[in-house]
């Protein structure tokens, strides 16, 4: 399985861009990116999938560079409750396997 | 289309009891999916399992902790005697079944969360 590094948390301003930048050197051929959101008291979210280049949808954009070791989530002008912890995940090939969580970024959005 | 149900949403119980957790999946799947939660930390899979198989129970626990999923009913997490470390929530996943099953997208419910007096 592919290990991922995520900062383990973020601050940001309400209206600002973030981008939460996540690390998966051994990420392999058949594998995906895929991104989470959780809120407290609450289960994950499914954010936002790619593969390699953009991909962009009404919630974040995912940009994933040509060697794939490396993944973007970015989040335009946040508000207060985008305040989440948010997990990068990266797909294990094969048929239907668990997915592996990590512990996430907490990213604080603040007035 | 209601989304994954779990119940009971709070569970206290004192050491050394026994706790059920009851998911049932969204309509049309057959993929449920256990995942642990201790504060502060991030999920913890425990169990894969489709209707009356477990795939994968690589992250269970190998005493107390069972799971199953019948054709009928919901899926259900049992701890036996528990202890105040299984203090945590307990979340289940649901996906459809595909033939290429790493789509990425498991829908979570709200989580159970057990108190370990």
């Known amino acids: 399985l592919a290990k991922t590094t995520q900062p383990i948390s973020m601050d940001s301003y309400e209206g600002q861009e973030v981008n939460i930048t996540c690390s998966h050197n051994n990420i392999a051929t058949n594998d995906y990116i895929t991104w989470y959101q959780q809120f407290p008291s609450q289960g994950p979210r499914f954010i936002i999938q790619?593969?390699?280049t953009k991909v962009t949808n009404e919630v974040a954009s995912l940009f994933i560079p040509a060697d794939r070791k490396s993944s973007t989530l970015s989040l335009p002008r946040v508000s207060l409750s985008d305040t989440a912890v948010y997990y990068c995940?990266?797909?294990?090939?094969?048929?239907?396997?668990?997915?592996?969580f990590g512990t996430g970024t907490r990213l604080q959005v603040t007035l | 289309n209601a989304g994954v149900m779990q119940n009971p949403r709070h569970l206290v119980r004192r050491r050394g009891q026994e706790a059920r957790l009851r998911c049932s999946p969204m309509?049309?799947?057959?993929?449920v999916y256990w995942y642990r939660q201790l504060p502060e930390e991030g999920l913890k899979f425990m169990v894969y399992l489709q209707k009356e198989n477990i795939i994968d129970e690589s992250g269970m626990p190998k005493e107390r902790f069972s799971a199953e999923f019948p054709k009928e009913g919901p899926s259900i997490l049992r701890i036996q005697q528990v202890v105040r470390g299984d203090s945590a929530a307990y979340f289940c996943?649901?996906?459809?079944?595909?033939?290429?099953?790493?789509?990425?997208?498991?829908?979570f419910g709200e989580g159970s969360r057990l108190t370990v007096l």
């Open positions: 995940l990266v797909l294990p090939t094969g048929t239907a396997s668990k997915l592996t």
């Open positions: 996943a649901s996906s459809p079944p595909s033939r290429y099953a790493n789509t990425g997208e498991l829908f």
């Open positions: 790619g593969y390699k």
């Open positions: 309509k049309g799947h057959s993929h």
